[in-house]
């Protein structure tokens, strides 16, 4: 803490005339003085470190989110194979990360494209990052590879998961995040100078880095994979291939909802720091609260908007479509969430749902298949975030997030000029651009080698009885014509004073024997 100095020449002129004497006690106390100072320093570390490292936790539950809330959106003879992609975002995400996307992403002293150093964490920590950062970051990066998956579920073939996840978590999201975090990208807001527009670009915790590289991927994805089979008739009519569980959709999306206040609150990285001289209630802390409050309102307001909307549209009170509208105000208001009043968060929620709502109306109609409307979600709700914090940022907000430059330019809307909207126009542009240029041969290249789509049968008799030896459930649901099970749940029904069960009749080719129930 280097505001906590103490010298023996300025203290020993305040004791007696006894020069040695008065040396003596000056010495001591000095002494004792940086002692504790050391100490002040070493809990400030602490503090910030075990807030971080319990934000980067936070985030790793998201994980688990993605997970249930995928298991739920797809039908249950997929199930095993939606939840092993989850496990494999996470495990092959952390070894390439590891590697190499760790590198690629913060490796400084670098040039704006690309880090150079930490490959293997080697060099690393140092003084401006420790260990519990890198767990941090690998979080994020692992959350954009699982937006991913959701896009192209229920047709893809495992060994295509294996080889986007690690090309995604490992070369194409950390080049997009040194561009936007580190300190030596083109267009971070945390540079020295050259700053972008004289501002940088304000993507606070990844509506643009995160949740656009992760949706035009899986935009990419699914776009060349084509549907599946059924999601259109033949007339090109929208089928619904509904989810088969509803609790678990639920269940994710409140998991994802908690892990949201690791995502943005968590992007301070930090929480014992003071703003202007100290002594005062307002600090790092209440901006982190703050932040909290406008995830909070942004979710909300998207999710009532939703549930409102669909009814007037559609006639019915769906709990999947508010789920999806929750989200979509999360991924929205990440961008800007540290920056903006709480009052504008409303807004932004609010504009998600639409957004949502109308992207999900032009994917029917371009005959465009993604089980989990992650592209919609994450990668158009995303660019309206990034451009809604070019429009509310305040001015106060932005100069006590990113400190040493005054005369920033902030939100449009709010009296601070267009350099800062201009400059979030450019993230949504090159992020657009590098993905496309990434991901989009990538996918093309799995086609081409028929690595990318499993064939129509595996996909029609299911990926876990084809794929994954067996599945993951022991019913199935009665709606779903596309196979025929060798037993199912059944109705039981009253037949003379006795309870018989309904059985279904297995096929004459099929392995498994008849149950009752």
Known sequence: MSSLSCSASNLTPLFSSNTANATAMANYLCARFDTIANKLSDTTYAIDNTYLLFSAFLVFAMQLGFAMLCAGSVRAKNTMNIMLTNVLDAAAGGLSYYLFGFAFAFGSPSNGFIGRHFFGLTDYPKPSGDYSFFLYQ?????????????????????????????????????????????????????????????????????????????????????????????????????????????SLVVLGSFLLWFG???????????????????????????????????????????????????????????????????????????????????????????????????????AEKLKYDDPLEAAQLHGECGAWGVLFTGLFATTSYVNEVYPGQPGRPYGLFMGGGGKLLAAQIVQILVVLGWVTATMGPLFYLLNKMKLLRVSRDDEMAGMDLTRHGGFAYAYY????????????????????????????????????????V
């Open 260 to 362: 949201w206040y690791g995502f943005n609150p968590g992007s301070f990285l930090t929480i014992a720091k003071g703003y202007g001289d100290g002594g005062s209630y307002y600090g790092q802390w209440s901006a982190i609260g703050r932040t909290a409050v406008t995830t909070t309102l942004a979710g909300c307001t998207s999710a009532l908007t939703t549930l409102f909307s669909k009814r007037l549209l559609e006639g019915h009170w769906n709990v999947l479509d508010v789920c999806n509208g929750l989200l979509a105000g999360f991924a929205a208001i990440t961008s800007g969430c540290s920056v903006v009043e709480p009052w504008a968060a409303i807004i932004c929620g609010f504009v998600a749902s639409w957004v949502l709502i109308g992207c999900n109306k032009l």
């Open 477 to 516: 649901d009665e709606d779903d014509q596309s196979i025929k099970h060798a037993y199912m749940m059944g109705k039981i029904e009253p037949n003379m004073g006795k309870i018989e069960p309904n059985i279904a009749t297995p096929p004459a080719n099929h392995s498994l024997p008849s149950k009752d």
């Open 138 to 246: 690998w979080a994020f990066a692992i959350a954009a590879a699982g937006i991913t998956s959701g896009s192209i579920a229920e047709r893809t073939q495992f060994v295509a998961y294996l080889i986007y996840s690690s090309f995604l978590t490992g070369f194409v999201y950390p080049i997009v995040s040194h561009w936007f975090w580190s300190s030596d990208g083109w267009a971070s807001p945390n540079r020295i100078d050259n700053l972008l527009f004289g501002s940088g670009v304000i993507d606070f915790a990844g509506s643009g880095v995160v949740h656009m590289v992760g949706g035009i991927a899986g935009l990419w994805g699914a776009f060349i994979e084509g549907p599946r089979v059924g999601r259109f008739d033949q007339s090109g009519r929208s089928v619904a291939l509904r989810g088969h569980s509803a």
